[in-house]
């Protein structure tokens, strides 16, 4: 059956990095565009960073470019975000979505919490 799994997630200070990984098994993983959401408490979810299935095109939220890389690795069906000089605004439980639009697929993560605090 699909499975989107995110991992990586913690406890780290302002300033510090951390990376997310994506695990997804269960279809076709190249096909699929794959995007990093995050939602804050009392927010609405908002897009971080998403990747197209060839890895060739990249789109940042404004807060985070510069600073959050998407990539991944089709080999091990796996995306991930390397997070650095995280901010406290940058707290949030980030979901992983696999999406092939085209045809109204869509899966999503269970989500995994950032917390960024010193």
């Known amino acids: 059956q699909v499975q989107v799994v995110e991992s990586g997630g913690g406890l780290v200070q302002p300033g510090g990095s951390l990376r997310l990984s994506c695990a997804a098994s269960g279809f076709t993983f190249s096909v699929y565009d794959m995007s990093w959401y995050r939602q804050a408490p009392g927010k609405e979810r908002e897009l971080v960073a998403a990747?197209?299935?060839?890895?060739?095109?990249?789109n940042y939220a404004d807060s985070v470019k510069g600073r959050f890389t998407i990539s991944r690795d089709n080999a091990k069906n796996t995306v991930y975000l390397q997070m650095n000089s995280l901010k406290s605004e940058d707290t949030a439980v980030y979901y992983c979505?696999?999406?092939?639009?085209?045809?109204?697929?869509?899966?999503w993560g269970q989500g995994t919490q950032v917390t960024v605090s010193s």
């Open positions: 979505l696999a999406d092939r639009r085209r045809y109204g697929t869509y899966y």
């Open positions: 990747i197209t299935g060839t890895g060739g095109s990249t």
